[in-house]
T-cell receptor
Framework: GENVEQHPSTLSVQEGDSAVIKCTYS??????FPWYKQELGKGPQLIID?????GEKKDQRIAVTLNKTAKHFSLHITETQPEDSAVYFC????????????FGKGTHLIIQP | ETGVTQTPRHLVMGMTNKKSLKCEQH?????MYWYKQSAKKPLELMFV???????ENNSVPSRFSPECPNSSHLFLHLHTLQPEDSALYLC????????????FGEGSRLTVL
């Protein structure tokens, strides 16, 4: 089955700096790659996703890049703010949807004031 | 407010107790999920219901018993649990054949003594 590795497990950055979280996947048939953000005491919430027919997608301060050849994808957050502090999960699936998602272990992002 | 409500938010039970977790979604979705979230581990998919039929059961021990009486409600019945079952149990819903986004509830924090 699919295996998703996520790094780093903890990332601390100064407010205003950029943060990058990386994930690799094992199944070359995977074609859908969402990122979820989980704030303390809440459930995960989708913040951005990318499908295998594109290499990059942006939404304001967040962006995701996908390298199908190397089987890795990354989340980029620019101009970090205190409200970006949370745990971020990457995931991958073959069906293009919510079913069959395999999640990474998560990255705890800490924004230092 | 994600449109997915879970009760109770916290539950402490002994190994011989029987309890149930409840999930209700107000989004008109046709699929519902139970996930287990343990510290430093990826989100683990337990059960999937699509159109009120169970379509996935990921080798979950029989001490966990799901029930989906209609497309808006999902239960997880618990009996003779073990301390290692202590975790955050997350319910999610999605509208299949659409974007693939999972909408999570805030979770039920279970402690087994």
């Amino acid at each position: 089955g699919e295996n998703v590795e996520q790094h780093p497990s903890t990332l601390s950055v100064q407010e205003g700096d950029s943060a990058v979280i990386k994930c690799t996947y094992s199944d070359s048939a995977s074609n859908y790659f969402p990122w979820y953000k989980q704030e303390l005491g809440k459930g995960p919430q989708l913040i951005i996703d990318i499908r295998s027919n594109v290499g990059e997608k942006k939404d304001q301060r967040i962006a995701v890049t996908l390298n199908k050849t190397a089987k890795h994808f990354s989340l980029h957050i620019t101009e970090t703010q205190p409200e970006d502090s949370a745990v971020y999960f990457c995931a991958a699936s073959k069906g293009g949807g919510a079913d069959g998602l395999t999640f990474g272990k998560g990255t705890h992002l800490i924004i230092q004031p | 407010e994600t449109g997915v409500t879970q009760t109770p938010r916290h539950l402490v039970m002994g190994m011989t107790n029987k309890k149930s977790l409840k999930c209700e979604q107000h989004l008109g979705h046709n699929a519902m999920y139970w996930y287990k979230q343990s510290a430093k581990k990826p989100l683990e998919l337990m059960f999937v219901y699509s159109l009120e039929e169970r379509v996935e059961n990921n080798s979950v021990p029989s001490r966990f018993s799901p029930e989906c009486p209609n497309s808006s409600h999902l239960f997880l019945h618990l009996h003779t649990l073990q301390p290692e079952d202590s975790a955050l149990y997350l319910c999610a819903s999605s509208q299949q054949e659409r974007t693939g986004e999972l909408f999570f509830g805030e979770g039920s924090r279970l402690t087994v003594l």
